[in-house]
């Protein structure tokens, strides 16, 4: 029963502080290396709770997400749907569309053409059939 409440408590403060971490975005300044014996200060921008002579390779989790956050090259790049067509800047490769409403619009008109050909389709072959 002890046993099972402690553990609890304890993975419950874990997650938190890496929530609260995550949020920051920046980790505080004035935290030292969480491995016992070690006074390494930390980077407020290092997410991991421990310097990087003992981050190696068990930590990788938490690594991994501030990889993902570096900074992405900024592009310009022309609204795929065609009656827009505008000009915008992005620096997410995938992004085809100036805004939301476009990439909608897009979307929509893309559904209309495949029903519109659909029917098409299925005109065609009545009148086969017939
Ligand atoms: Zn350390
Ligand atoms: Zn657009």
Known sequence: MEYRST???????????VDDAVRAKTYGAHRVCAVDGCETRLSAYNPSTIC???????????????????????????????????????????????????RMKAFQARAVAARQAELGHSLAGARRAS
């Open 7 to 17: 553990g609890g408590l304890r993975g419950r403060r874990l997650s938190l502080q």
């Open 52 to 102: 990087a002579l003992h981050s190696g390779g068990w930590r990788d989790e938490l690594k991994r997400p501030t990889r993902k956050q570096r900074p992405r090259e900024e592009m310009t790049r022309y609204c795929s749907y065609e009656p827009c067509g505008r000009e915008f800047v992005t620096s997410n490769p995938a992004k085809k569309y100036c805004s939301d409403a476009c």
